[in-house]
Structure formats: structure tokens, C-alpha cells
């Protein structure tokens, strides 16, 4: 008698697992945690080059004549050198009156000056363009470029010899305030002041920007001071690249004044800033939802 056949065993295939995917998702993470503060880090450059910042004597060329920026008075009916607070120039009418009129300047500054002009105190003369290597090399620690056929775009200075009593603060506090004037915004005396809190105002922090675009000319040593706190009447010249500061402060918005940020280096704006925060939440929404 044949005997049933038995079942074959039916042989069971087990599929064949792939390589976890978790060590892929902790590295996705991990990418993602090390890109996300990347791509801010050059958001933040992207808007600090939006953003007001002192320019590199590279860069300070090419700057007279953009938008906001008045063009360098044409040249002195006196030739190349300026006699520094000659009355008949002074005067209502005269030629420096006409200068700092075209820069909306009036006591902030003792002369408007081309960098192809020398400025004379006394007996003293000193060509504008060593004042601008000067102030390059010596209080910014820059190289200045000058093209190799020795042409250079003309920029407009403002030189201010120092009197008893000034203080480098409030220097630059009135050529803000006649600078201000002249866009529509009239500050008040003590608009410098901290606000009640303690914190710096956006105009303080504006003058914080600004004495990094400054220079110190010492008369008797030739250099370029590098202790703006210590001004010395009648032996220091007060020297500012108007183009180069007249250039970042052409950025602010006048109303949003008091949102300016500074970070010790350059001022960040209102809308740098809501810029800023959007990409970094548009960033955030492109990683799913398993990679944060």
C-alpha cells in the first residue's frame, strides 16, 4: 500500500533588510545643523554688505556721485591749495560757503576739500591725498590702491582744526545733525543721549559707526592719531572722506533711525534685519519634519 506523500516543508524566504536608514536620517540632521548656521552666517554678510559698513581704502574709490552721495565741488578758482579758514572764503558766498552748502554743511567742518587739493593751516602744508594714505594706513592698518597709471576718481573731504573745548563726539554729532537736516530730519540737542533704559540711541550708535571713518592729523608729528580722545586746539586736523561717509549714511532711512544696530563694525537696518529673519524661517520650513 502507497503511503501519502508528505507536504514538502515549503521553504520560507525572508527578505533581505537593507541597511538601517536611521544613521542616513542623524546624518541628514547633522548636515542640516551644520548648513542652516552657514547659509546665516553668509545671510548676515550678504546684509552687512546692504548695510552701512566702513569701506576698504580698496573700495572708497567710485563712491562720489552714487545715488545720495553729492559729486566733489569742481575745482578752487585759488588752485590746488586751500588756505584753511580764510574769511573771504568764509563768508556768505565765498567759495567754502558754496562747498559745505552742497554737502548741507556748516559748522561741522572749517573746509570742503577735492583729494586732489592740499589743505594750509598757517604755514603748514598738507597735500589731501597724504591725509587719505594716511588715514588708510596708519589709523585703519589698509593698504591704499591706486591704479597702476596713477589716476584716481576725486573724493570730497571735510577737514575741521581743532578749537579748545572740542570733543571728537561732538563733532561728529553736528555734521549728523546737518547732515540729517538735510533729508528732512531735524535732531534735537540731546538726541545722542542714552535712552532711558541706558542703552545706546540710534543716533549714538550712528556715531559709534561713525568715528571708525575718521581720522586725527596731528600738524606737528605728520601722523595720523590713532587716540581719537585726545584733541589738542590748533594741532589737529579733524579729517573726514565725506564721499566714503556720506556714502554709508545715504543707506539710513531717516525714520527708522531709532532701529539702527550696530555690531561694532557696521550698522544693520530695519530691513536688513526683517530680511534676515525671513530667510531663516523660509530655511527652517525646507527641512522635513523627521530632520529637525
Known amino acids: 500500500m502507497?503511503?501519502?506523500e508528505k507536504p514538502l516543508a515549503r521553504e520560507v524566504v525572508k527578505p533581505v533588510k537593507g541597511p538601517s536608514r536611521l544613521p542616513w536620517l542623524i546624518a541628514l540632521v547633522v548636515l542640516a545643523l551644520a548648513v542652516v548656521p552657514l547659509y546665516f552666517m553668509w545671510k548676515a554678510g550678504a546684509v552687512g554688505d546692504q548695510a552701512a559698513k566702513p569701506p576698504s581704502a580698496a573700495t572708497q574709490q567710485g563712491q562720489a556721485g552714487q545715488a545720495g552721495v553729492p559729486?566733489?565741488?569742481?575745482?578752487?578758482?585759488h588752485g590746488e591749495v586751500i588756505e584753511l579758514n580764510k574769511p573771504e572764503d568764509a563768508a556768505p558766498g565765498g567759495e567754502q560757503d558754496q562747498r559745505k552748502k552742497q554737502f548741507?554743511?556748516?559748522k561741522s567742518v572749517d573746509a570742503v576739500l577735492r583729494s586732489d587739493e592740499t589743505v594750509k593751516v598757517g604755514d603748514q602744508s598738507v597735500p589731501v591725498s597724504e591725509l587719505e594714505r594716511k588715514l588708510a594706513v596708519q589709523s585703519r592698518g589698509e593698504l591704499l590702491e591706486r591704479p597702476i597709471d596713477g589716476s584716481s576718481?576725486?573724493?570730497a573731504w571735510g577737514v575741521h582744526l581743532v578749537n579748545p573745548n572740542d570733543n571728537l563726539w561732538d563733532i561728529h554729532f553736528v555734521l549728523l545733525r546737518e547732515y540729517l537736516a538735510t533729508r528732512g530730519l531735524k535732531l534735537a540737542a540731546d538726541a545722542d543721549e542714552p535712552t532711558s533704559g541706558g542703552y545706546?540711541?540710534?543716533v549714538g550708535r550712528t556715531l559709534k559707526f561713525a568715528e571708525h571713518m575718521v581720522g586725527v592729523y596731528n600738524l606737528k608729528t605728520g601722523r595720523m592719531s590713532s587716540d581719537l580722545s585726545t584733541l589738542?586746539?590748533?594741532q589737529k586736523l579733524v579729517v573726514f572722506n565725506l564721499s566714503?561717509?556720506?556714502g554709508a549714511l545715504a543707506k539710513i532711512n531717516p525714520q527708522e533711525l531709532a532701529q539702527v544696530r550696530f555690531d561694532g563694525r557696521t550698522l544693520f537696518f530695519p530691513a536688513d534685519e526683517a530680511a534676515a529673519q525671513q530667510a531663516?524661517?523660509?530655511a527652517l520650513q525646507q527641512i522635513p519634519d523627521q530632520k529637525r
Open 244 to 246: 566714503e561717509l556720506f
Open 2 to 4: 502507497d503511503l501519502p
Open 200 to 202: 545706546s540711541s540710534g
Open 153 to 155: 576718481q576725486v573724493s
Open 71 to 77: 559729486t566733489p565741488p569742481g575745482p578752487s578758482k
Open 232 to 234: 589738542e586746539p590748533g
Open 104 to 106: 548741507g554743511l556748516d
Open 280 to 282: 531663516e524661517s523660509q
